[in-house]
């Protein structure tokens, strides 16, 4: 199962609006709404700030919002904050009742 | 306070074996999924494997990477996790964290274990 794939690097302006990309296959972002994304700051676990494309879980800003279009998911953080600087990870159930994640994007604030 | 609680990383030489341990507190594992996932150090995330609920019989998966040398496996009079790591290669060097889906139907790992670091050296 190959790694989902996400930018590298994503910044913009305080107060902007970014949208991170997670492309996968039908075996895994494609065939279920079954993907969450998770923020980690530096030397902290993740959390969960989405989840089945587009959930948010009790506490989560509405400034994060998820989608999915075919086998790409995406997270947009609206309203951007010196606190959203952190990496961001996709995840997906796959086909083969496994999990997969993106390689992360690191979110600068500038 | 709801949290996962994990131990058991160590240094360990090539070859050698280790077994790690997700405890839960301030909830029931029981009904919930138990995953792994592991992030070497300035990498990413990585899905280990996973141990599903008593209601779905233990069923367990695993990555490419560590299928037949790793083991996922529950004691939920203890509320507890356990990843056995055989074989270790130097590749497996990485901080292990703990992770649960609540529910079925749902992709959502919550809460998150504060990891503990597998270090694999000669």
């Known amino acids: 199962q190959s790694a989902l794939t996400q930018p590298a690097s994503v910044s913009g302006s305080p107060g902007q609006s970014i949208t991170i990309s997670c492309t996968g296959t039908?075996?895994?972002?494609?065939?279920?709404?079954?993907v969450s994304w998770y923020q980690q700051h530096p030397g902290k676990a993740p959390k969960v700030i989405i989840y089945?494309?587009?959930n948010r879980p009790s506490g989560v800003s509405d400034r994060f919002s998820g989608s999915k279009s075919g086998n790409t998911a995406s997270l947009t953080i609206s309203g951007l904050q010196a606190e959203d600087e952190a990496d961001y990870y996709c995840?997906?159930?796959?086909?083969?009742?496994?999990?997969?994640f993106g390689g992360g994007t690191e979110v600068t604030v500038l | 306070e709801v949290q996962l609680v994990v131990s058991g990383g160590d240094l360990v030489q090539p070859g050698g074996s280790l077994t790690l341990s997700c405890a839960a507190s301030?909830?029931?594992?029981?009904?919930?999924?138990i995953h792994w996932v592991r992030q070497a150090s300035g990498k990413g995330l990585e899905w280990v494997g996973r141990v599903r609920s008593k209601a779905y019989s233990y069923a367990t998966a695993y990555s490419g990477a560590v299928k037949g040398r790793f083991t996922i496996s529950r004691d939920d009079s203890r509320n507890t996790g356990y990843l056995r790591m055989d074989s270790l290669e130097i590749e497996d060097t990485a901080l292990y964290y703990c992770?649960?889906?609540?529910?079925?139907?749902?992709?959502?790992?919550?809460?998150w274990g504060q990891g503990t670091l597998v270090t694999v050296s000669s």
């Open positions: 089945d494309v587009s």
């Open positions: 992770t649960r889906v609540p529910v079925p139907n749902s992709w959502r790992f919550d809460p």
């Open positions: 039908s075996s895994d972002v494609g065939a279920y709404n079954y």
């Open positions: 995840s997906s159930y796959t086909t083969t009742a496994t999990g997969v």
């Open positions: 301030g909830f029931s594992l029981s009904g919930s999924t």
